[in-house]
């Protein structure tokens, strides 16, 4: 049997591509085909992996960034041996259930190791983990962690604005690990390119720090050479390669259709007589299996010798790397939060919101060295960076990362961050800024990732800024996002029990939200139940006979309702205040449960500064609110209160006017 | 009286923003001090304006994208006398209904052209107003419209990905008449730039098409001579300005605590001794003054000059001129889609639901010339540009914008064109890519621009692109902001209907849901009477006996609502059908007209492939919900209604589920 050459590996890509399109009777075309080439040279000369480990931690990272592409990484996952991918697998490309989803998604036992769609996000993952990379190398040593991270980019990830904040990122700092293989085919969906962009991409990458190599994008010693270019230079590397979209299907090759034009069996049949192709479909001629299967031996080899690395290292440092890479946490952070939070309890103190988070990071950072902090250049006004060094160019070993005013790249690279794992990420900003954040945050709830999404100024609380630092409707738009806890802490002691919840969430992500301003603390029981667990429960029960009135609210306005159940009480009507701080929990809880912390047949009067959408959940039809019914405005924040009329003279007003109509 | 310098003048800037800083006790020091000779410059030599009359739509375009500096408009704004931002309001900086407002809030009445503050939106507005006068000068004729458009720019609008796709754009547009003014004054909210930026921000635009001038931004000759450059060149012009921010306070001066670190009277003090500065607070020396008012001199002369143009012009021209520049429609346009939609509702045909809007856009872009459409780069499954030209450097007349893959842009520059006034835009994506376009519409909200926001492909619906393709909670996140009429029209007729709706609309922006599958007709009746516009109605009345279930539901869906009505009937089950398709416009008719529309004391089940969050406004905390409970999946769409148990059969289970309890 002859040796397949690389030629043959890169048309049994192809091949594959093309069966499992016509199979699903639609798909991409575009990227299998024209980047055939490129994946076959990165997997046959350069790529660490190994297909039977595929969650080796010091495997390189490989990222489709165009991701309805994602037939160029199942042809590649499935050619060299990933199980999660079978021929099977593949037969079902877009069908419910398969692994071979329509885009890729994150399943890192299946060699996916994000979920790739929305356009940017991808190459904004693979910064996360170049960064992971790095940090993690200097944590632990080249013996241990030296890998890298490759990324197939279109022209949309380089046209959406999260690719430009990677770009100016990645340059800036010098992640020479990081390479990227720009698919430079001249055509998006519209058409051809320059209906939509004049610049010199190439050079784009060059004034941003990047080492950029021009080639034939289907020239295989072109691609070889560069990919060794790249290794060398110790910038990232954008490999732009020029490629004919569609390569091999001649009526759409480099054509506007060539992106995912339907597929005919004919055209199957044209590219298999130009390029000689004797396979049937899904079945990739024997030598050429081979030569794919064998693409997995160097990386094995390196595998193996990783491993005798590892078990030879000292007991601590292995100890150390193991539980990190597992994403367990050092046992010591639980009694270390809930000291804080009994001390916290005990005395008593008003504190400004925001900081009551970076009180419990600052004391987390030195217990679990895993945490690494990103902020979009709102270091001084959210203070979470404390004693963290910075991540720079200069200093791998930072735990710091200026994001610089770039809040989607931040957000996406938190998500690579915790998808290339060893790492746990936090990322802050203020929440009027979320919606730039958002896309990430989606990605993040859809794959399950970890990630804690920290956010202060959280209503019109944070004054004369005015109406576009002033988030009313975001609370609501995080809440209906699947999958993801949304948090927003009454005072310190809430805070420290939300981040205790945060950290042992592992399914999803997190976001907790503060306030600018500072809040009384309103919980003086600092035992170890941690009461924010429940999701909403009764702080203040009310006295004096059976509940009538049941007071509802989260953050800031917790402290207006309390007021206003004072007056109330002394009103005669016996009130209870509910603290809401995350209604995913709540809704988690048996209904009994739900019921009797809601008081069933109760007045029930929800505060929040922000609107009223969603809180007809907990309130019923007929329920009170008193909050936002419109943008904020600019003024002092104790104005604002007053005039948007969220008082707890308005909440007793509300509750009376239920009481009137019960 | 000796004539005043421009340097005086720009000292007038200073100490008027000193001065008011220091009244409200807060606010943002670095761009008015930093930028104080840039803006006089341009004004006194440069601008074309009238602060006689604000809204001349033949006036220059202000833009101050780093809309924290918004003291350097105000101040320029009182300056040369515009009547709105008079001296007390001046004063009154950042207090509760001052027309000085933290950030810049838009008011052209005041010569607050757009809201600023979310970084990187204010240049993406400039792109829209440089492309809204570029088009309306190929309309209308240069004697009519000629004017250019400014804006300010800090670091952080450059770092924003909004920001690098508003670069690339303008510069593949080459709209000559947009100019920008960078200050560089090489720090940021967290320090110096270097923390986050390595690249030359100069080189960056240059490489995108930019002509760029480098000065000293405190240089008042290389201003002017940058300026006169930027005028001659063809291509947009970035005129980096080398500055010190807070320059003049020299505590502050070049530090990181200039951007908007305290200040006190002794900065004041010391900065007048520097200055030589002999006005009190709030208090401009006579002189000076005098020479600001000046500046507006050229401006009403030109504005008299382009009256008489005007008015000697055609009467035909000018009528249509002034028609468009009001916002006004051709009366044209309401016969036209109501004799579509009758014609529709006679044929009862089947149709995709996102073409179902490009037959309506179609028809509408000959009657209505002022459209424009926006679109990133999804014209083929959108359909939108049919007869429509493209917008581009060689053609000003082209009325659809490629906007290439960028959301963001496409949405803030579409709230620019609206904002400017004369055009009329459409911005249309898919729904699950609304997350990257949603900060724009959040500002269109608040600003309650008329901009269409359309979008096709909004649920599982879309099928094998899988989840990331697939809304589930966009929905009720676009529910959730204020000021937004979110509309998911049912058929083809409901289409209609809510265009009609989105034309009528004037005070804020709609979102237009489409689906990207095709939908029966559901609606014969073709009349005149719009029944979307009372946001929801009795589609089909229950019949054979008072009503006992109510099923809502929403544009796709409420095919399967039908189908189990027409089981529950079989059943002996008197069911309505309620369509909702603008929640909005719903919550604003009378309470007794939607309890009738409701069905109190029925059994509620509501259909939507969405998520549930916001429904129990309308279901109550009993009612049934058939719907999706988390992201969706890659397969057929018909398989995955199936799998997430979206049927008629399930919505049947529902409502008897709810009689059973009842």
């Given amino acids: 049997m002859e040796a ?11 091949f594959l591509a093309v069966d499992a399109i016509l199979a699903a009777g639609e798909g991409h075309q575009g990227v299998p085909l024209g980047m055939a080439e490129i994946a076959t040279v990165l997997a046959a000369r350069h790529l660490r992996f190994d297909p039977l480990d595929p969650t080796w931690p010091d495997r390189d990272r490989v990222v489709v960034s165009n991701g309805h592409g994602s037939m ?9 041996g990933y199980a999660k991918i079978s021929l099977d697998e593949v037969k079902r490309f877009r069908e419910l259930g398969s692994h071979c989803a329509g885009h890729p998604e994150y399943d890192p036992a299946a060699g996916i190791e994000t979920t790739t769609g929305p356009l940017g996000q991808g190459i904004a993952n693979a910064l996360g983990m170049a960064i992971a990379e790095a940090h993690l190398a200097a944590r632990f040593g080249a013996d241990l962690v030296d890998h890298r991270t490759w990324a197939f980019v279109g022209d949309g990830c380089l046209q959406e604005g999260v690719g430009q904040e990677v770009i100016q990122l ?8 990081l390479t990227f293989f720009w698919d430079d085919n001249a055509i998006t969906d519209d058409g051809a390119t320059r209906l939509s962009i004049s ?29 060794v270019l790249a290794k060398a230079d110790p910038r990232p590397s954008m490999i732009a390669c020029r490629t004919t979209i569609a390569r091999g299907v001649a009526r759409l090759e480099g054509q506007r259709g060539g992106h995912s034009g339907k597929l005919f069996p004919a055209d199957r049949d044209a590219m298999a007589a130009t390029f000689g192709w004797t396979g049937a479909a899904f079945a990739t001629p024997t030598a050429i299996a081979a030569a794919w299967r064998a ?4 990386g094995r080899t390196a595998r193996a010798a990783w491993s005798s690395r590892l078990a030879g290292a000292d007991a601590d440092r292995r100890a150390l790397f193991e539980r990190t890479m597992a994403g367990d946490l ?51 006004p959210t203070n979470h960076k404390r004693q963290l060094a910075a991540f720079d160019a200069a200093d791998r070993a930072g735990r710091y990362i200026h994001c610089g005013v770039r809040e989607h790249a931040m957000g996406s690279l938190a998500n690579g961050l915790a998808a290339h794992g060893g790492v746990i990420p936090l990322a802050v900003t203020y929440l009027p800024f979320s919606d730039y954040e958002r896309p990430a945050m989606r990605m993040a709830a859809l794959m399950g990732l970890p990630v804690k999404f920290a956010f202060s100024h959280d209503s019109i609380g944070i004054g004369k800024n005015g109406p576009t630092h002033q988030p009313v409707e975001m609370l609501a738009g995080l809440r209906a996002l699947p999958n993801m806890l949304v948090m927003r802490p009454a005072d310190a002691v809430e805070t420290a029990e939300c981040w205790e919840i945060a950290l042992d969430h592992r399914t999803g992500p997190v976001s907790l939200i503060f306030a600018r301003q500072q809040l009384p603390m309103l919980r003086r029981d600092g035992g170890p139940d941690n009461r924010c667990r429940r999701g909403a429960y009764v702080l203040a029960e009310a006295e004096g006979g059976p509940r009538r009135v049941t007071l509802l609210s989260t953050g800031s306005e917790v402290q207006i309702a309390l007021a206003a159940r004072e007056t109330l009480q002394a009103e005669g009507v016996p009130t209870a205040v509910v603290s809401m701080p995350c209604w995913e929990l709540f809704e988690a809880q048996p209904a009994d449960d739900r019921a009797a912390v809601l008081g069933p047949g109760t007045v029930r009067v929800a505060v929040e500064a922000a609107v009223k959408f969603g809180w007809e959940r907990w309130i019923g039809e007929s329920g009170g609110f008193v909050g936002m019914t419109g943008f904020g405005a600019s003024g002092p924040a104790d104005a604002l209160y007053r005039h948007f009329g969220i008082t707890a003279e308005a909440v007793v007003a509300a509750a009376w006017a239920g009481l009137a109509s019960a």
Same sequence: chains 1, 2.
């Fill in 4 to 14: 397949a050459t690389l030629q043959e590996m890169a048309h049994a890509i192809r």
């Fill in 72 to 80: 160029l990484l199942y042809a590649l996952l499935n050619l060299t």
């Fill in 170 to 177: 990645a340059g800036h700092l010098r992640l020479g690990k």
């Fill in 199 to 227: 610049e010199d991409v190439a050079e784009r990458f060059r004034v941003a720090g990047w080492h950029v190599v021009e080639i034939d994008g289907h020239d295989l010693a072109a691609i070889d050479a560069a990919i």
């Fill in 295 to 298: 693409t997995a031996e160097p």
């Fill in 330 to 380: 050092p046992a010591a952070w639980r009694p270390a939060l809930q000291a804080h939070k009994a001390r916290l309890a005990d005395e008593g103190q008003a504190a400004f919101s925001i900081q009551t988070s970076s009180d419990v990071a600052a004391l987390l950072y030195d217990i679990v060295p895993e945490m690494m902090v990103g902020c979009a250049d709102l270091e001084a």
